[in-house]
């Protein structure tokens, strides 16, 4: 099946002016306009932000051609092209670009739990259903394909016009199997469904298995892998996030068609913000291992002090990337008298398991980002009040 795109994005004909406009510039001809209002052009821009604008709705050339030049580096695979990459504030923000994309008010996107609540907060922005499916765990996170399946081959599947999916999740840390992988991309391809890859934590990688990629630049289905500063420079607040897009060349070419529509009415990537990418680009490396460095060392010292915990009430699940792991504690201590207890006599808060709907309880998120010792308090004062409630 071809993939189904929304009925709200305005790609009809163009009007006659619009069309002779483009068969100008097609034959080399620069048209003057009588209505520019692009004060750059007629040297009115302030010092402080010197240059003249042009409007380009993936972001400015430059900047995707630095960006395309470190991601092939960054995979090690041949060039990626700058036309595929779309720029703009955050991941959050192609998210919302994405379902208008793709979904029409009460359509639906596949997305996982557990899991952050971010998506199903902005399909509901957009008037948008999301449907979950399942991460199983039996000593490490699987995805239910077979339940994949039968979602998308029911009755309710007919609405479905995109599987997300987070690689590594947040906050299960778990990366997608190559079997899972190849299990998804046929069945979206079946149903004409896109696949919107989320891999902002992929490079954080803790205890993986053998055999995973991004899926990024996948080809067998189109495919939109999301990424950004936010996690690769560990600076949330470097409001910068992309979109890639790959996948058979005829969905591709519509699905680009259509996305420029909506990144023509948004523009939302700063000229200013754009000149910096190069930089930011060259730090970004020596960043994420250092970061990569904090999360492991911290992940081995939780280890360390579970194993050393006398009472043994308290483990965690396996974390395949991230910076994020779930401890698990005794399923008769509540989720919420646990983090209640921590506010009152720690001064600590948290994330219970049901925040990411996990479907039973006992569980706690904990963060591998903080200092050291910050750190080992923080899993101390856990430890020790799991310890007082049952005590």
């Known amino acids: 099946m071809t993939v ?23 034959r080399g001809v620069m048209l003057d306009r009588l209505n520019d209002s692009n004060p750059t052009r007629h040297g009115l ?3 402080e932000v010197p240059g003249v604008y042009t409007a380009e709705p993936r972001g400015p050339r430059t900047a995707r051609e630095a960006l395309a030049g470190f991601l092939a580096r960054q995979e090690g695979e041949g060039d990626v092209d700058p036309d595929s990459l779309y720029l703009l504030s955050s ?8 379902i208008k994309l793709l979904c ?9 739990k557990p899991g952050y609540p971010l998506i199903e907060s902005i399909a509901r922005l957009e ?11 039996d000593g490490s996170w699987t995805i239910d394909t077979a339940e994949i399946e039968d979602i998308l081959y029911s009755e309710e599947g007919e609405r479905i016009r995109a599987l997300v999916i987070i690689n590594p999740n947040n906050p299960t840390g778990s990366y997608v199997k190559p079997g899972e992988r190849a299990a998804l991309v046929r069945l979206c391809r079946e149903r004409g469904v896109a696949i919107i890859a ?43 996030g992309w979109i ?13 068609r259509r996305l420029d529509v909506i990144a023509d009415d948004y523009l939302p990537m700063s000229d200013i913000i754009a000149e910096r990418l190069p930089d930011l680009l060259d730090a970004a490396p020596r960043q994420t291992t250092r970061v990569r460095e904090r999360v492991r060392g911290n992940l081995a010292v939780l280890h360390g002090m579970l194993a050393r915990d006398e009472h043994g009430l308290t483990d965690v699940l396996r974390a395949e990337g991230g910076w994020n792991v779930l401890l698990r504690v005794p399923a008769v201590i509540d989720e919420n008298d646990l983090v209640l207890r ?50």
């Not at 795109?5 to 100008?24: G, H, K, L, T």
């Not at 990629?213 to 999301?226: I, K, N, P, Q, S």
């Not at 049901?354 to 963060?367: E, H, I, K, R, V």
């Open 127 to 137: 008037c948008v259903d999301s449907i979950e499916y399942q991460l199983r765990f």
């Open 4 to 26: 189904r795109f929304s009925s709200r994005v305005d790609v009809s004909a163009p009007n006659p002016i619009a069309a002779a406009e483009a068969a100008a510039r097609a």
């Open 45 to 47: 821009a302030p010092a």
């Open 342 to 391: 921590l506010i009152d006599r720690c001064g600590l808060t948290g994330q219970p398991g049901y925040f990411f709907d996990m479907t039973s309880n006992g569980y706690l998120a904990l963060s591998l980002l903080p200092e050291p010792d910050v750190f080992r308090r923080n899993v101390r004062a856990v430890l020790d009040t799991v310890s007082g409630m049952l005590g």
């Open 244 to 256: 890639r897009v790959s996948g058979p060349e005829q969905d591709v070419r519509e699905a680009q």
């Open 104 to 112: 029409d008010a009460g359509d639906a996107v596949l997305a996982p």
């Open 91 to 98: 991941t959050s923000e192609a998210y919302s670009w994405l």
């Open 198 to 240: 989320d891999e902002v934590f992929y490079d954080y990688a803790l205890e993986p298995f053998n055999g995973n990629a991004r899926l990024a630049g996948e080809r067998g289905v189109l495919t939109f892998a999301l990424d950004g500063f936010s996690k690769m420079l560990a600076a949330p607040h470097a409001k910068v």
